[in-house]
């Protein structure tokens, strides 16, 4: 998936900042719209994923990498 409206950069940060950074950025765009997130946090997908489902967002893609993860959320 290469196509995205912001994109997040929380490398290297550990958990909460993650989570923080994509609540921010996804105040910051509109309805229907693509974020993608890249996270080195192990932990960011168990964060993300409460979170997603209780904000109603939708992850549409998630790719894991060795050092990595990258996440693509739309908007509700």
Same mark, same amino acid.
Do not use: W
């Given at each position: 998936?290469?196509?995205?409206?912001?994109?997040?950069? %929380?490398?290297? @940060?550990?958990?909460?900042?993650?989570?923080?950074?994509? &609540? &921010? !950025?996804?105040?910051?765009?509109?309805?229907? &719209?693509?974020?993608?997130?890249? !996270?080195?946090?192990? !932990? +960011?997908?168990?964060?993300?994923?409460? $979170? @997603? +489902?209780? !904000?109603?967002?939708?992850?549409? $893609?998630?790719?894991?990498? %060795?050092? &990595?993860?990258?996440? $693509?959320?739309?908007?509700?």
């Amino acid at each position: 998936m290469n196509e995205f409206d912001l994109e997040v950069d %929380a490398s290297g @940060l550990q958990c909460p900042l993650p989570l923080l950074r994509l &609540k &921010k !950025a996804i105040m910051e765009i509109d309805s229907g &719209k693509v974020l993608k997130v890249i !996270a080195t946090d192990p !932990a +960011a997908h168990l964060d993300f994923g409460v $979170y @997603l +489902a209780q !904000a109603g967002h939708i992850p549409l $893609y998630i790719h894991k990498e %060795a050092d &990595k993860q990258i996440f $693509y959320i739309q908007k509700k």
